[in-house]
């Protein structure tokens, strides 16, 4: 049982380039998140998914995108890297009401 | 809005002492779940301990304990008798019942002096 898997685990981007992270549970959870989190700071909701097929905003949206076409899996994509996504970012699923079990987190840098 | 506060950036305690995180939350929700995570050097987000808002005991797993105080919005961490292993940034959070969403307060990072 892998739980919540993430690839990569470290990635350098040059500005412009696009990049998809993976993330994918195995786990059967109908919820799933993406995070940012910035050095020193607590993590923020970029997008979540309550299903396949439904995806919705967080706090701090702009700059990506995601789809859900599996239960299992839920990329995120960057379309045009800017220096201001260098971050962790952390995917994480659930069930409802439950803990959200996390990734080991992508470190991203765009220089 | 949902908010999570943290007001103390960084706490220090000795080896085998008790010490206390502190957390203070706002929600409109009256159904809510707060939850501490552990995040050490490696990056990985552990669960600590969780509390169902509708209990009024609080909870305990080993040597962490929560003092929470829900009239107040207070959801503090204690730890006893830490460890080394106990050094990490500590997190609190709130999970909304819209889409299970968890919001974060800013972390506490925690020394532990040998």
Known sequence: ?111 | AQTVTQSQPEMSVQEAETVTLSCTYDTSESDYYLFWYKQPPSRQMILVIRQEAYKQQNATENRFSVNFQKAAKSFSLKISDSQLGDAAMYFCALIMQEAQKLVFGQGTRLTINP
């Open chain 1, 1 to 111: 049982n892998a739980g919540v898997t993430q690839t990569p685990k470290f990635r350098i981007l040059k500005i412009g380039q696009s990049m998809t992270l993976q993330c994918a549970q195995d786990m059967n959870h109908n919820y799933m998140y993406w995070y940012r989190q910035d050095p020193g700071m607590g993590l923020k909701l970029i997008y979540y998914s309550v299903g396949a097929g439904i995806t919705d905003k967080g706090e701090v949206p702009n700059g990506y995108n995601v789809s859900r076409s599996t239960t299992e899996d839920f990329p995120l994509r960057l379309e045009l890297a800017a220096p201001s996504q260098t971050s962790v970012y952390f995917c994480a699923s659930s069930i409802s009401r439950q803990p959200q079990h996390f990734g080991d987190g992508t470190r991203l840098s765009i220089l």
